[in-house]
């Protein structure tokens, strides 16, 4: 017989094992009703991913013509910060957008590649522990986290969400009909109603580039672009259009699906547009609304004044920045870090800063190479001239051209000449030094596919 205290123990017991039997087939039942993925994740791909990649294999191609395309010129980017600028990333409006999409334009930049160099900025945990595992002898980790978006051959990009307007417009449209037939205990009513409520609503984001070197925004070079978002209430869909132009249509799709993915679209169209303005490359042809005719069409850009049509998506400030490229060399004036231009000579030319007005010789045949290597020695900086530049841009043509491979540069010169005029995207008029057949041959280079791909 067991005593009333070891009875008292023995249910105390049995107690606690049958808790924590519930217990268990309790966590065993909700685990069981936990399912893993029954799909492997998929990329995240936009009607921008490919002119992404295209984009890279463009910028590749153009940052090696200082080298007669033989080399890549890299260009070092820093993305700095891209964020929401109108408050409707608040937790007073329901946290709509991200706040924060530096890291979403990173990854973008990540998949251009080829050309682009992108500085890490190290969080400032890392920097402290970078110093603090210096001073235990480890020197490696401080060599891993310098601040490279300062070097002055670098350019910063800024970007942020500018405008956010809901409910634009608001465009209803219905359509109902009737019929009664029969009569008595048999009369029959049919009624067929439909309704389609369409709201727009607009988003901006805004890019733009500083130049290290000076501390100045860089002009021309920023980029704004405005997306309209329709949302279809009849089917839950959702169209997409960037500055009038339509490039997408999502469906079975939230509406902060349709947000996030619409700011994605901008972050893509941002980055495209401003380095492309930047570094002076057609890179609307990139675009999914791209005509990809044969050529672009350049004179009635540079010569006349070209009537206003949505439908053209070629960028006038680029093309006539390449003419003025062409036309005018730029320098940095030293004491007051001020970038200054002066007309480009047909020859290559050596300027001398020393004084307030610049010097300038044009290098003709009476100067022997001891004589510029003299100059230089003195502090005179050598400049492209017209047929030097014109020279750098048909060799590129050459290489990436299999016709043009065996041609003189005066032979490829007067080939592609003939082509463009025949093509109508000049005249008969255009001379050997004449700006429009610069731009001509500028915007026209043929692009190889995957040229990012060699550094």
């Given at each position: ?47 921008l ?33 891209v964020?929401?600028a ?92 009737g ?15 439909t ?11 805004d ?29 839950l ?81 680029v ?19 001020v ?28 100067f ?6 003299a ?18 841009l048909?060799?590129?043509?050459q ?27 000049l ?19 043929p692009?190889r ?7």
């Amino acid at each position: 017989m067991l005593s009333a205290v070891k009875k008292k123990q023995f249910t105390s017991y049995l107690i606690g094992l049958l808790n924590l039997l519930l217990i268990s087939c309790s966590t065993t039942d909700q685990l069981q009703r936990v399912k893993e993925p029954e799909t492997l994740p998929t990329p995240r791909k936009t009607v921008l991913s490919d002119g992404l990649a295209c984009f890279g294999d463009m910028l590749a191609e153009y940052r090696r013509l200082e080298t007669f395309g033989q080399q890549l010129r890299p260009l070092n980017i820093a993305i700095v910060s891209v964020k929401d600028a109108t408050g409707i990333s608040s937790e007073e409006y329901n946290h709509e957008v991200p706040s924060n999409m530096t890291e979403l334009a990173l990854g973008v930049a990540a998949k251009i590649g080829g050309a682009l160099r992108i500085a890490n900025i190290p969080a400032d945990e890392e920097i402290t522990n970078a110093l603090r595992l210096k001073q235990l002898g480890f020197t490696q980790y401080e060599q891993a986290f310098k601040v490279k978006q300062y070097l002055s051959d670098a350019i910063v990009i800024y970007g942020a969400l500018t405008e956010y307007d809901r409910l634009l417009d608001n465009a209803k449209r219905s359509f109902n009909a009737g019929s009664d037939f029969g009569g008595g205990k048999g009369a029959t009513t049919v009624d067929f109603s439909t309704a389609t409520v369409t709201n727009i609503a607009r988003i901006t984001m805004d890019f733009r580039i500083v130049f290290n070197g000076t501390g100045d925004i860089v002009n021309h070079a920023s980029a704004t672009n405005t997306l309209l978002l329709y949302q279809n209430a009849h089917d839950l869909s959702f169209g997409i259009s960037i500055n009038s132009q339509s490039i997408g249509h999502l469906t079975s799709i939230t509406e902060v699906d349709a947000r996030h993915a619409a700011i994605r679209l901008l972050v893509e169209m941002g980055l495209i547009s401003s380095l492309g303005k930047y570094n002076l490359v057609p890179y609307w042809q990139c675009l999914p609304t791209a005509t990809h005719s044969p050529y672009i069409a350049v004179t009635d850009v540079l010569t006349a004044e070209k009537p206003h049509d949505e439908n053209d998506i070629r960028d006038a400030d680029v093309i006539n920045a390449i003419k003025a490229e062409f036309e005018n060399f730029e320098y940095l004036e030293s004491h007051t870090n001020v970038h200054k231009h002066l007309p480009r000579a047909q020859n290559d030319m050596l300027v001398s800063f020393q004084t307030t007005l610049p010097t300038v010789k044009e290098i003709t045949e009476q100067f022997s190479t001891d004589t510029i290597q003299a100059l230089q020695s003195q502090g005179w900086r050598r400049f492209d001239g017209r047929q030097t530049k014109l020279k750098k841009l048909l060799t590129l043509h050459q290489h990436n051209h299999q016709e043009l491979a065996h041609l003189s540069l005066q032979e490829t010169l007067q080939r592609l000449t003939t082509d463009y005029i025949k093509a109508g995207i000049l005249d008969e008029t255009v001379t050997v030094t004449d700006s429009r057949l610069y731009v001509a041959l500028w915007l026209n280079l043929p692009i190889r596919h995957n040229a990012r791909w060699e550094y």
